[in-house]
């Protein structure tokens, strides 16, 4: 065997290994391979991911999940939730929230413009809201909370990656 099938085969064999799905480390957006936008903290398992990704309702809480799509600009925002402690998100990704049933206000910051939303709901509901924009590389942005129906956010969230999940019981 020569040296470049044998170095062909190690890599492939590498590439081969399994992903750790219990694995809680922090995820990182790319943009087309270049820069990466990792979060701070750890993101959720692979496990947790895709659990979160069958939209379940829990009886004794709403459950609100903000996606953040991958277009709106390739730098991290910080979401906030009933005038609380921020939680960061990169582009790509999505925050599941267990909250009280009720009327609660969402906001965003983007370039010193605050975006907010009330979103409300029963307990054992499921509610989904998704923030889109750009930003241009000769510096105008774009951002809002989108217009998506719930179920056009759902199959956004579906490509993205849980980086928290959080209850504010």
Not at 58 to 77: I, K
Not at 152 to 169: E, G, H, T, Y
């Amino acid at each position: 065997m020569n040296v470049a099938a044998l170095t062909c085969l190690v890599a492939l064999v590498g590439c081969a290994a399994p992903v750790d799905q219990l694995a809680e480390k922090p995820y990182c957006h790319t943009d087309r391979g270049m820069h990466a936008y990792c979060t701070k903290e750890v993101a959720p398992n692979l496990k947790r991911d895709a659990e979160s990704k069958q939209f379940v309702p829990v009886p004794d809480a709403l459950t609100v999940y903000v996606v953040r799509y991958w277009g709106d600009g390739h730098h991290p925002m910080e979401i906030s939730f009933n005038g609380g402690e921020p939680i960061e998100t990169v582009p790509d990704s999505m925050i599941r929230l267990r909250v009280n049933a009720g009327e609660h206000q969402i906001a965003f910051k983007v370039d010193g413009r605050s975006f907010e939303r009330k979103i409300s709901g029963v307990a054992g509901e499921v509610r989904l809201v998704g923030i889109s924009g750009t930003d241009w590389p000769w510096g105008n942005s774009s951002h809002a909370w989108s217009d998506d129906s719930e179920d056009q956010v759902k199959r956004k969230a579906m490509r993205s990656r849980l980086i928290k999940d959080k209850s504010l019981l």
